[in-house]
């Protein structure tokens, strides 16, 4: 069926380094992507969120990219803390679908 | 938590028993989810509700009961059908489905057997 995957499943960076995360998807027909932080033992939290018309979009510290030809998307993360370690979910879904697909997950793992 | 609570946040279930997880939003959403997330692992859909006294099954349903009989109520019943109920539990809720709204997620319930 159609899934949603990462690349890495864990990534180490050092504290001020820029993180890149990366999201494969499979289905040509999603039109939305969110991006989810997941601490330890809590809810997944809202990061940023992208529709298919669009192939960037920025927030605070952080971006996602959108490539609609190779189904890819990305988080970047500018000067990383260490407040920005956990689990980066991406999910996907389309207008009429009423559910989120998510991925596996990337740990990101920040060193002082 | 974005306005959803979760309750208990962490619940022992003996063999043979059903137990019931809470899910309270004071977001005024439409729609309520609720996932089951294995250790290393991401969110599986187990049962969602676009609407009061209606609701469908997700990926996972089997083992499972829900009701929605009230607009910030979501109620999961882990039955003895299900085997492998050892797990953290996530609820969210939207005000819309699909494209319609983000999903916003309660701080979670951990299910383990005893």
């Known amino acids: 069926g159609e899934s949603v995957g990462l690349h890495l499943p864990t990534l180490s960076v050092q504290e001020g380094d820029n993180s890149i995360i990366n999201c494969a998807y499979s289905n040509s027909a999603s039109d939305y992507f969110i991006w989810y932080k997941q601490e330890s033992g809590k809810g997944p939290q809202f990061i940023i969120d992208i529709r298919s018309n669009m192939d960037k979009r920025q927030g605070q510290r952080v971006t996602v990219l959108l490539n609609k030809t190779v189904k890819h998307l990305s988080l970047q993360i500018a000067a990383t803390q260490p407040g920005d370690s956990a689990v980066y979910f991406c999910?996907?879904?389309?207008?009429?679908?009423?559910?989120?697909?998510f991925g596996t997950g990337t740990r990101l793992l920040v060193s002082p | 938590d974005g306005g959803i609570t979760q309750s208990p946040k962490y619940l022992f279930r003996k063999e043979g028993q059903n137990v019931t997880l809470s899910c309270e939003q004071n977001l005024n959403h439409d729609a309520m989810y609720w996932y089951r997330q294995d250790p290393g692992q991401g969110l599986r859909l187990i049962y969602y509700?676009?609407?009061?006294?209606?609701?469908q099954k997700g990926d996972i349903a089997e083992g499972y009961s829900v009701s929605r009989e009230k607009k910030e109520s979501f109620p999961l019943t882990v039955t003895s059908a299900q085997k492998n109920p050892t797990a953290f539990y996530l609820c969210a809720s939207s005000s819309g489905g699909g494209a319609g709204g983000i999903q916003y997620f309660g701080a979670g319930t951990r299910l383990s057997v005893l």
């Open positions: 509700s676009q609407i009061v006294n209606d609701f």
């Open positions: 999910a996907e879904t389309n207008t009429g679908f009423q559910k989120l697909v």
